[in-house]
């Protein structure tokens, strides 16, 4: 199905009228909130919205990291809310150090790892939002991963994300891969993307402002039982193209042709072992893998490290990436927000 929706062939042609209503569905929801007729909540600090209206994984989360951290340089103190994907409720609930990734989800407990800031997680995001200001009074702005269509939360910024795969053929669900029109407004487009070409940027729905390009880099791998062990990518690229040892990438993303074309281009010889989007890890999927390395992200490793035999596991590498952006994307949101009251 992922591979029909970059095209506009027979399956998804077949599928176009479903996708007709879909689109009207949606729209008719997003009309409601506009008009009032469902209620929306505003909070008391601003709301910036990450979020995707391509399904699946577009790089959300380390967007959402460079973000805080981009804020947190310019002496704001953001706090992060999310669904919590898989996690084990519904009721706002804080991320902490002894948090699991079943209790709060892979992604929050990740955001939470890497910034250190204020993250809570809950299916009411407004509620979610609320929990976290009366927990933490000190923050001034509050991020969502995810939560484009939560329209029952009201932002003062939205960002929409795309990768390589751009807008596919163009159509919604089910004939095509978007949740929204390509068209919807939104404050700022980035495109996850070692290459942003013309056609790329025309195909995301930039209208009127150049997309803002995002890279995500990583250089080295850190042992899973003892984060630091390290070993380069050059010294990873040698030791794979060598007679030994075997290396394997898994990656249980929402794209992990992403992380593994990342580790390719950075000229290691891999076993791909790509793995559903947010794969628990409790089926065991690197006993029958013939490999001496495995090579993991760190969305995947916050649940390996809870599982005790894969914690252990001295094949088992994790690596960190980082995204890259133009920093003026912060100060244009910091600009936007302004004269918004703080809690």
């Known amino acids: 199905m992922t591979r029909n929706w970059l095209r506009r062939g027979p399956l998804a042609c077949a599928l176009w009228p479903v996708s007709l209503l879909f689109r009207a569905l949606s729209g008719l929801r997003a009309a409601l909130f506009r008009a009032g007729v469902l209620k929306s909540s505003r909070l008391p600090v601003p709301v910036v919205v990450v979020g995707n209206i391509y399904i699946g994984g577009t790089g959300k989360t380390p967007l959402t990291i460079w973000l805080v951290q981009a804020l947190q340089a310019a002496g704001m103190t953001p706090g ?24 709060v989800g892979d992604e929050p407990l990740l955001i939470k790892q890497r910034t250190g800031c204020p993250v809570m997680v809950g299916r009411d995001r407004a509620a979610t939002g609320r929990a976290l200001l009366a927990a933490h009074p000190g923050v001034d702005i509050l991020l969502t991963d995810d939560g484009l269509q939560h329209y029952a939360l009201q932002r003062d910024v939205e ?24 068209s919807r407004r939104r404050d700022f487009t980035v495109v996850n993307t070692p290459v942003l070409t013309d056609e790329l940027a025309r195909s995301v729905g930039a209208a009127g402002a150049a997309p803002i390009q995002m890279t995500l880099a990583g250089a080295h791998a850190e042992q899973l039982r003892d984060r630091s062990q390290r070993r380069t990518f050059a010294e990873l690229a040698e030791a794979s193209n060598g007679a030994a040892p075997r290396v394997a990438a898994a990656a249980g993303i929402g794209n992990p042709a992403r992380f593994f074309g990342m580790l390719k281009a ?64 912060a100060d244009q949101i910091v600009e936007k927000c302004r004269g918004r009251s703080i809690a």
Do not use: Y
Request: hydrophobic share 40%.
């Open 159 to 182: 960002i929409i994300l795309f990768d390589g795969r751009g807008a596919g053929n163009g159509w919604l669900l089910p004939a095509g891969p978007l949740r929204e029109p390509v």
């Open 80 to 103: 992060v809310i999310s669904r919590g994907h898989g996690s084990d409720g519904g009721n706002a609930r804080e991320v902490g150090a002894a948090s699991t990734p079943a209790q």
């Open 266 to 329: 950075a000229g290691l010889r891999i076993t791909e072992l790509p793995l559903p989007d947010h794969h628990d890890f409790q089926d065991r999927p690197f006993d029958a893998l013939d490999a001496d390395l495995i090579l993991m992200t760190e969305k995947d490793a916050v649940k390996c490290a809870q599982i005790e035999e894969l914690r252990d596991d001295p094949r088992l590498w994790v690596v960190p990436v980082t995204a890259h952006l133009d920093g003026a994307l």
